[in-house]
């Protein structure tokens, strides 16, 4: 290791104010220079002036720079930290995963205008009327493109005459930022049974429309 | 000799015996280390590690101060360390506490 490394060494390992480190670099840097002028070689110097920690070490320890004070500071800036991670790892959690309650128990949607807005589209739905439920639907429903999906998938599941609801369940789904009553309804129909899986969003407007 | 309870004595002491030598001339950091040995003191053989905390205390509490002084032509400038006035005053006080204390410290450790 030569002078300069030394000395880096040293300063890296000094916790104490910018002026201090100044100074320290600067008397080091002197008192080395003096020595070689003095004829010692450098490895004497470097033996004399011992391992740069431990050096390091006694001018912080004379300085009365409080190391158990820093540590603290250190182990309370790591918490915070981890608070922090922890914090926004929970916020995202929030916000994009969403939390999954039965709509029974829901405060913000009524379990029964979410069910009969689903009967409505289970109405449409069973009379392949996709226009009708497109105008039920959030903008994105009345696209042309929308549209003829969802016609292009009735024509393909004909489905016969309508028998009865065999199952429905409803549940409110919620992010941090919005809110959706979702329902799964099993219809038996004359030729198959078809499971219709819809979405709400705050004003009951219908924003998801499977079938399967 | 405990190491911890041997630093913790000389400590006290240091402050004063610095600014005892700058009061004779000013110095510069291996000076003053250099100054001590020839002292002959085995007590009082300071490292860097040692002396320069002491100087900077000194330094920022207006006792001493530290100035660049070239000695000689084509020679770069060196740091020494001057007393200042306040330093001198502080020195003389220093002084007259220390010969109380240590008269009265002898006097507790013969009894």
């Known amino acids: ?212 | 000799m405990n190491p911890k309870y041997e630093r913790q004595l000389k400590k006290g002491v240091l402050e004063m015996l610095v600014l005892k030598l700058l009061s004779k001339e000013k110095m510069y950091g291996f000076q003053l280390i250099q100054k001590l040995q020839l002292c002959n003191s085995k007590y009082f053989s300071l490292k860097e590690g040692t002396l320069y905390p002491i100087l900077y205390r000194l330094e920022d509490d207006g006792l001493v101060k530290s100035e660049k002084i070239v000695n000689k032509p084509k020679e770069l400038a060196k740091k020494y360390y001057v007393i200042t006035d306040q330093g001198v005053e502080v020195l003389k006080e220093l002084e007259i506490l220390w010969k109380d204390f240590s008269k009265e410290v002898s006097k507790i450790m013969e009894d």
Not at chain 1, 25 to 34: F, K, R, W
Not at chain 1, 120 to 138: L, P
Not at chain 1, 160 to 177: D, H, M
Request: glycine fraction near 4%.
């Open chain 1, 1 to 212: 290791m030569n002078k300069e490394k030394y000395l880096h060494k040293v300063i890296k390992y000094l916790s104490c104010s910018k002026k201090d480190k100044k100074r320290i670099y600067e008397d080091l840097s002197a008192d080395i220079d003096e020595a070689l002028e003095n004829g010692e070689s450098w490895q004497e110097i470097e033996m004399r002036f011992g391992d740069p920690k431990d050096l390091a070490d006694e001018l912080m320890e004379n300085l009365e720079v409080d190391t158990k004070g820093r540590h603290k500071k250190l182990w309370i800036g790591l918490i915070c930290g981890v608070c922090i991670v922890v914090a926004i790892g929970f916020l995202a959690y929030k916000m994009f995963i969403p939390t999954t309650i039965l709509l029974k128990d829901s405060t913000y949607f009524n379990y029964d205008e979410v069910h009969d807005k689903a009967m409505e589209v289970i109405e449409y739905a069973s009379n392949d009327d996709y226009e009708a439920i497109a105008n039920i639907g959030i903008d994105e429903f009345k696209q042309d493109s929308v549209k003829e999906q969802m016609k292009e998938t009735m024509t393909m599941m004909k489905h016969g005459a309508f028998l009865k609801i065999s199952s429905e369940q409803y549940v409110e789904n919620s992010t941090l930022t919005s809110k959706y009553a979702a329902a799964s309804i099993t219809v038996m129909y004359e030729d198959n049974a078809i499971t219709y899986t819809l979405a709400f969003d705050e004003n009951l407007n219908l924003s998801a429309f499977y079938m399967k």
